[in-house]
């Protein structure tokens, strides 16, 4: 319900105009001065304002000019007496909507009304649209500087170039790539060169759930199918209809659910847990995988059939210690977007970082670096990233490299076996950061072993 001030020095006018207004379905509130009008403005918020000019304690068009001031949303009807040629062009220019004259046809009054109202819901709705534009251009252009991948390497700029001539078609793509080389970055640009950008992009980790739950998660089940099944669930491969699915670590999916879904690749349709209906697949498929696929294959864990569909292309993303050359534009990148994200200003990196972030060889891949960045960007108070800044171990491979140059040398009298011994060690603690209680864990040695070989070899962490 539409509120509406009414502002005039006479009561029986007031009155009136509060009996019309009402009985058209407006909530009136009423003031004889214009200090009054202005604090019913400020406290009920209305939707539009009928001024008198001949107010009591201030000039009309003063109060016209005020209102407009405070709250140029609100629409200002000029109904008076006074209604020389130079009070109408004067309030328009101050911003009223229409200026009628005393006396006035009720009709005519309510018309005008009307139309200024429907005339500000079009203002408003014009005005939403252009803000909810804004910020999906905004929240667009943020998503992009996200996921856009920084391409400096030869061997990246020859993927980008692949993944551009590969995005626009429905072939199925099989990424492979250690963990955090950043598969699902390639995987986010490959839906959106897509011709289903409009669809949605559903992605499935196979290792974040138990195997049993993959099959529920991907088909979908109907109220009843299992102990647990409350309510009917639709499943990825129905969320992912007219979009892209994104299967993340496809050799976790077990070997039966594996099969099932080769079935629903060559035939383009799905049956939900607990129902005989089959239901129609619409989606294009990307999946990737952490493992080595020789590995994978010989193992089982992925099998020949899907392997074999899945590859229409792959993708192999190299691991970061294979393009250092990227690693510099990849820092600036982190560095711009979690300086703004603490609303500090954009660090640059010192010549000492840099060089530390050149020779880590980064086992965690992009989403190390990442986190070091992050890192640093928290720690920095000033304008630089500093060697102080960044994660400690980034300073392990150093140490440990002057640890494996201090390791006795025997001549030709030492067994080669020492040697794999002495690196296997040295690359354990380089892997665990320099953590002994890790690294003897992983070797899979007490502790008191690790240290003694550690002295035999003369390594040392300082």
Same mark, same amino acid.
């Given at each position: 319900?539409?509120?509406?001030?009414? @502002?005039?020095?006479?009561?029986p006018v007031?009155?009136t105009?509060e009996?019309?207004?009402?009985?058209?379905?407006?909530?009136?509130?009423?003031?004889?001065?214009?200090s009054?009008?202005?604090?019913?403005?400020?406290?009920?918020?209305?939707?539009?304002?009928?001024? +008198?000019?001949?107010?009591?304690d201030?000039?009309g068009?003063?109060?016209?000019?005020? *209102?407009?001031q405070?709250?140029a949303?609100? *629409?200002? %009807?000029?109904?008076?007496?006074?209604?020389?040629?130079s009070n109408? @062009?004067?309030?328009?220019?101050?911003?009223?909507?229409?200026?009628?004259?005393?006396?006035y046809?009720p009709?005519?009054?309510?018309?005008?009304?009307?139309?200024?109202?429907e005339?500000?819901?079009?203002?408003?709705d014009? #005005?939403?649209?252009i803000?909810?534009?804004?910020?999906?251009?905004r929240?667009?252009?943020?998503a992009?500087?996200q996921?856009?991948?920084?391409?400096t390497?030869?061997?990246?700029?020859?993927?980008h170039?692949?993944?551009?001539?590969? =995005?626009?078609?429905?072939?199925?793509?099989?990424?492979?790539?250690?963990?955090?080389?950043?598969?699902?970055?390639?995987?986010?640009?490959?839906?959106?060169?897509?011709?289903?950008k409009?669809?949605?992009?559903?992605?499935?980790?196979?290792?974040?759930?138990?195997?049993n739950? @993959?099959?529920?998660?991907?088909?979908?089940?109907v109220?009843g =199918?299992?102990?647990g099944?409350l309510? +009917?669930?639709?499943?990825?491969?129905?969320e992912?209809?007219?979009?892209?699915?994104?299967l993340?670590? %496809?050799?976790?999916?077990?070997?039966?659910?594996?099969?099932r879904?080769?079935?629903?690749?060559? #035939?383009?349709?799905f049956?939900?847990l607990g129902?005989?209906?089959?239901?129609?697949a619409?989606?294009?498929?990307?999946?990737?995988?952490?493992?080595?696929l020789?590995?994978?294959?010989?193992?089982?864990a992925?099998?020949? +059939?899907?392997?074999?569909?899945?590859?229409?292309?792959?993708?192999?993303?190299?691991?970061?210690?294979?393009?250092?050359? +990227?690693?510099?534009?990849?820092?600036?990148?982190?560095?711009?977007?979690?300086?703004?994200?603490?609303?500090?200003?954009?660090?640059?990196?010192?010549?000492? =970082?840099?060089?530390?972030?050149m020779?880590y060889?980064?086992?965690?891949?992009?989403?190390?670096l990442?986190?070091?960045?992050?890192?640093s960007?928290?720690?920095?108070d000033?304008?630089?990233?500093?060697?102080?800044h960044?994660?400690?171990?980034?300073?392990?491979p150093?140490?440990l490299?002057?640890?494996?140059a201090?390791?006795?040398?025997?001549?030709e009298?030492?067994l080669?076996?020492?040697a794999?011994?002495?690196?296997?060690?040295?690359?354990?603690?380089?892997?665990c950061?320099?953590?002994k209680?890790?690294a003897?864990a992983?070797?899979? @040695?007490?502790?008191?072993?690790?240290?003694?070989?550690?002295?035999?070899?003369?390594?040392?962490?300082?």
């Amino acid at each position: 319900m539409n509120k509406i001030v009414v @502002i005039d020095d006479e009561r029986p006018v007031l009155l009136t105009l509060e009996a019309l207004l009402k009985r058209n379905g407006y909530t009136v509130q009423l003031a004889g001065t214009a200090s009054g009008g202005l604090a019913a403005i400020e406290k009920s918020r209305p939707d539009l304002v009928l001024l +008198d000019l001949g107010l009591p304690d201030a000039p009309g068009l003063d109060a016209l000019g005020t *209102i407009k001031q405070r709250h140029a949303d609100v *629409i200002v %009807i000029i109904l008076t007496a006074q209604d020389s040629l130079s009070n109408a @062009i004067e309030s328009i220019k101050l911003g009223a909507f229409h200026f009628i004259s005393k006396p006035y046809a009720p009709e005519e009054l309510l018309n005008v009304i009307k139309r200024a109202l429907e005339q500000r819901e079009l203002v408003k709705d014009r #005005e939403q649209l252009i803000a909810r534009a804004e910020e999906l251009s905004r929240r667009l252009e943020e998503a992009r500087q996200q996921l856009a991948p920084v391409f400096t390497s030869r061997r990246m700029r020859e993927i980008h170039e692949l993944v551009a001539r590969v =995005a626009p078609s429905d072939a199925n793509v099989l990424i492979t790539g250690e963990s955090g080389v950043g598969k699902e970055v390639i995987a986010n640009q490959l839906h959106t060169l897509s011709h289903r950008k409009e669809g949605p992009l559903v992605k499935l980790n196979c290792a974040a759930f138990p195997q049993n739950m @993959i099959e529920s998660e991907l088909f979908g089940y109907v109220k009843g =199918a299992f102990t647990g099944a409350l309510n +009917d669930f639709p499943g990825m491969i129905h969320e992912a209809a007219g979009g892209t699915l994104f299967l993340d670590e %496809i050799a976790e999916m077990p070997p039966d659910l594996q099969t099932r879904f080769l079935r629903v690749l060559q #035939e383009r349709e799905f049956r939900p847990l607990g129902t005989t209906k089959t239901l129609k697949a619409d989606f294009r498929l990307i999946a990737a995988t952490n493992q080595p696929l020789a590995v994978a294959l010989a193992s089982g864990a992925l099998r020949r +059939d899907l392997y074999y569909r899945l590859k229409t292309f792959e993708l192999e993303i190299p691991p970061l210690r294979e393009r250092r050359e +990227d690693i510099p534009s990849l820092a600036r990148l982190f560095a711009r977007r979690f300086a703004t994200q603490m609303n500090k200003p954009e660090p640059q990196f010192s010549p000492d =970082a840099y060089r530390l972030l050149m020779e880590y060889p980064w086992p965690g891949n992009v989403r190390e670096l990442q986190n070091a960045v992050e890192h640093s960007v928290v720690l920095c108070d000033g304008d630089a990233v500093t060697e102080k800044h960044l994660p400690r171990e980034l300073a392990l491979p150093a140490i440990l490299q002057e640890a494996g140059a201090q390791a006795p040398r025997n001549g030709e009298s030492s067994l080669k076996l020492d040697a794999r011994e002495r690196d296997t060690i040295l690359q354990a603690l380089l892997q665990c950061h320099g953590n002994k209680k890790k690294a003897a864990a992983a070797l899979g @040695i007490h502790r008191p072993t690790l240290y003694s070989k550690m002295k035999r070899y003369g390594i040392e962490l300082k």
